[in-house]
């Protein structure tokens, strides 16, 4: 579905200095003509010189777990759309942490679907492959979703509460987002390329297939069905499915690290180890064409991935920009 209507909008967008935040930011400037209002919880704006950008209305301090404080800032901000890059996004720590996640992905999402009807806002919102128990991967917009561990049931439920809610939104599944970012906190890609180089071992699964996404990709699918004011359901992962292990290897080779420190594994080893405690598809990946025809993107594979990232810590590090792994 295609809504019409003015081109400048306003876009409220929350989770503002996380991993995907950060790269949404940046390609709307980039790429929009939309007016930004950033919001994110911590006190001050980690972005530096933002607020001499002309259309950045401002910084707020909000997290979308606080009823009171979402509706006051957003009514104030009355954007057009809100674009929730908020998350909980450690899956093996849903598992211990239910009540925290739940509160962040469902809960939170469910606050500012009350102030977007108020605001007559659309949402865009991030949800994950993690949906599917992986017995028929590659996934379509069409399957039906089937999570096996409590971080895809709380992204299913987020999903219902936008189906319900009687707005009109955006739904994106994305699956292992890596990549880089001045402030990053920690995804798969980033992990290895930091204990490889600090001489440590990586187990990496070898029955474990997903398809990895380059964040910079899926920012862009974000800004695109914004500007273009596409509603529904849209798959936005990776075109190559490998296993944890290959990807292990791919991240070495293109960053010349050693790749001999790159243990393989299983996933029932990595549980039983205590390294993982959710349980996962053994084979996850989604079917993005839709995405790709409606957006005008293309989703990058492994290589070409891995050496856009490479190259954004080499910018960052000359820049002299603050490059942290959490």
């Known amino acids: 579905m295609i809504l019409h209507g003015k081109s400048k909008e306003t876009v409220l967008i929350t989770g503002c200095h996380g991993f995907l935040g950060q790269h949404v930011v940046r390609l709307f400037l980039e790429e929009s003509q939309c007016v930004l209002v950033l919001t994110a919880r ?27 404080e979402v509706k006051d ?9 809100i674009v929730n890059c908020a998350a909980f996004v450690k899956v093996d720590d849903a598992e211990t942490h239910r009540e925290e996640a739940w509160r962040t992905n469902v809960s939170g999402l469910e606050h500012l679907t009350e102030v977007a009807r108020k605001v007559d806002a659309r949402i865009v919102h991030i949800s ?7 017995l028929r991967a590659p996934y379509t917009e069409s399957d039906a979703p089937r999570p096996i561990n409590y971080y895809g049931r709380t ?47 990586v187990y990496a699964a070898t029955d474990l297939l997903s398809a990895p996404t380059l964040v910079d990709d899926l920012a862009l699918a974000v800004v695109r069905a914004t500007e ?53 598809p053994a084979k996850n990946g989604l079917v993005s064409l839709k995405a790709q025809t409606d957006l005008g993107i293309r989703l990058s594979n492994v290589d070409d991935g891995l050496r856009v990232m490479e190259r ?15």
């Open 42 to 68: 911590e006190e001050k704006s980690l972005f530096t010189g933002m607020e001499k950008e002309p259309r950045v209305r401002g910084y707020h301090m909000m997290d979308i777990t606080h009823r009171a």
């Open 73 to 81: 800032i957003i009514t104030a901000a009355a954007p057009d759309v």
């Open 128 to 134: 994950s492959d993690l949906v599917f128990d992986g």
């Open 155 to 201: 992204k299913l439920a987020s999903e219902n509460v936008l189906r319900t809610s009687g707005l009109d939104h955006t739904i994106f599944r994305t699956c292992l987002v890596y990549g880089a970012a001045e402030q990053a906190k920690a995804n798969y890609a980033l992990a290895v390329v930091e204990s490889l180089e600090r001489g440590e071992p």
């Open 228 to 280: 273009r004011k596409r509603l529904g359901l849209y798959h936005a992962g990776g075109p190559q499915m490998i296993t944890r292990f290959e990807f292990a290897q791919r991240i070495a080779d293109i960053f010349d690290l050693n790749a001999g420190l790159i243990i393989p594994t299983t996933i029932s080893e990595l549980r039983s180890s205590g390294r993982w405690r959710a349980e996962r």
């Open 312 to 326: 954004e810590i080499r910018e960052m590090i000359d820049k002299e920009q603050m490059y942290v792994y959490e």
